[in-house]
């Protein structure tokens, strides 16, 4: 099995490994245990593989028409749809009831058990949480919550709402921590040439992890690398690169990578598990 994409759940217990033939993998990522390999409707690019935060369902889809929602244990599938074009991204909701769809700017929500579809249209991403749910703008540069609509200079990469702050990695600009109220709380810049894609909270040590490439030229390895911060001040903690693995996701105790190495986060160093996860390949 040839790894082309990568996934986690919101809260990072479970991560999900995917072929571009459609098999998928996934792992919980605190007990190793391993669901898979099975045949699912996915085409790689884009985020359109997700799992709810309990790991009961998980989600597959192509750019295409064809989506699925599946059982992680069996890997039944439970509901197919043909009705969407040029998926992009794939989320659960926080009550798994419900799939939320990306195409765009546009949002379909398609509810587990019922065939009935609600779409909402300037909607880029949304981003579920018990105290504040959030979206993006159509144009991924303004964030949208209860009464509030916070503008930025640069698009949004990756975003997460945690302990009434909201975190943001910006294409080029960076990592922004937000109150609920659009103060700047703190920022913390990324390294000339460098760019995150995806950042995540580890609870154990109030740490929020950007994980980024190397854009420059010439392009020096390692290509891949992970910026710990300090939640609460934006301080820089430490960095490491990412010596093995192409694609990567993030869990709430480190970085699993498609060659099944695991980098543990640590308080002042990540620890290196080599193959820790049978990804197969």
């Given at each position: ?9 919101r ?24 669901f ?12 359109r ?7 009961e ?14 059982e ?75 009464g ?17 702050r ?33 950042i ?14 190397k ?39 480190g ?6 190495d695991f ?6 160093d990540?620890?290196v598990?080599?193959?820790r996860?049978?990804?197969g390949?």
């Open positions: 099995m040839k790894i082309t994409e990568m996934s986690s759940s809260n990072g217990k479970f991560f999900m490994a995917g072929s571009s033939d459609g098999e998928i993998i996934i792992f919980n990522s605190e007990t190793g245990e391993k898979g390999p099975y045949q699912t409707a996915l085409q790689t690019g884009g985020r593989m997700c799992i709810s935060d309990d790991g369902y998980f989600a597959a889809g192509s750019y295409s028409v064809d989506l699925a929602i599946y992680t244990k069996t890997g039944k599938e439970i509901r197919r749809s043909d009705t969407f074009f040029h998926t992009q991204r794939l989320r659960f909701a926080l009550d798994k009831k419900q799939l939320l769809v990306f195409y765009t700017d546009i949002m379909y929500t398609l509810t587990i058990g019922e065939k009935m579809l609600d779409i909402k249209h300037n909607v880029s991403d949304y981003y579920p949480d018990e105290e504040m749910p959030l979206t993006l703008s159509g144009n991924e540069m303004q964030i949208k919550f209860p509030k609509i916070l503008k930025l200079e640069k698009s949004v990469m990756d975003m997460f709402p945690k302990n009434g909201i975190y943001c990695a910006l294409f080029g600009g960076g990592i922004k921590c937000f109150s609920k109220i659009k103060k700047e709380l703190w920022s913390a810049e990324n390294a000339p040439g460098e760019i995150y894609q995806r995540a909270f580890c609870e154990k040590f109030g740490y929020v992890m950007a994980l980024g490439f854009a420059n030229e010439p392009r020096t390895e390692p290509f891949h690398f992970v910026d710990v911060f300090s939640a609460e001040t934006g301080e820089l903690v430490y960095k490491i690169g990412l010596n093995d693995g192409n694609y990567f996701a993030l869990t709430n105790t970085v699993a990578a498609s060659n099944g980098y543990e986060l640590c308080e002042k990540f620890t598990h080599e193959k996860f049978d990804v390949n």
